[in-house]
């Protein structure tokens, strides 16, 4: 059976500004509930992580009654989406800002993060309707197309 009395040691040491004094004493009853009342439950007898508890309790609608244990489950599971998507950002700004380009602005470095990261989406810009636009935006002494 999933161990729900870790999980309020889990929202103690890593989630303290996420749940108040009192959601954390509801947390608590609701472990202490999830412990008595769901002990002899086959369908949740064989939970051996996070997300199959997070599943049984919504398809039982149990995350209903247990709102704080789905409410920390939610967010221990979204920590490996967080921690990746930090990670890429970081090394586009490692490729981004190499030793060349240390100086630059913030505004500037932001947009260059922004198109190394959103690439996909950037390559299927037409290059010749940026410049079009920009042209159109004011009189230039030269063509640049």
């Known amino acids: 059976m999933f161990a ?7 929202a103690k040491k890593f989630y303290p500004e996420d749940f108040d004094d009192g959601e954390m004493c509801t947390l608590e009853l609701e472990c202490a509930y999830y412990e ?14 996070i997300s199959d508890l997070c599943h049984m309790l919504v398809q039982t609608r149990k995350s209903e009654f247990y709102s704080m ?7 221990v599971l979204t920590i490996p ?9 970081f090394s586009a700004m490692n490729i981004v800002k190499n030793r ?15 198109l190394h990261i959103e690439k ?11 410049i079009e636009d920009f042209e159109s935006l004011s009189n230039r002494r030269v063509k640049f197309s």
């Open 4 to 10: 729900i009395l870790q999980s309020c040691n889990l």
């Open 36 to 49: 008595k009342e769901l002990r002899g439950d086959p369908k949740f007898k064989n939970l051996e992580c």
């Open 69 to 75: 244990i789905y409410r920390l489950m939610c967010l």
């Open 81 to 89: 989406v967080s921690t990746a998507t930090t990670e890429r950002a």
């Open 100 to 114: 060349i380009r240390s100086k630059m602005e913030d505004e500037f470095l932001d947009d260059c993060m922004l």
């Open 120 to 130: 996909e989406y950037a390559n299927s810009i037409d290059n010749a309707v940026v």
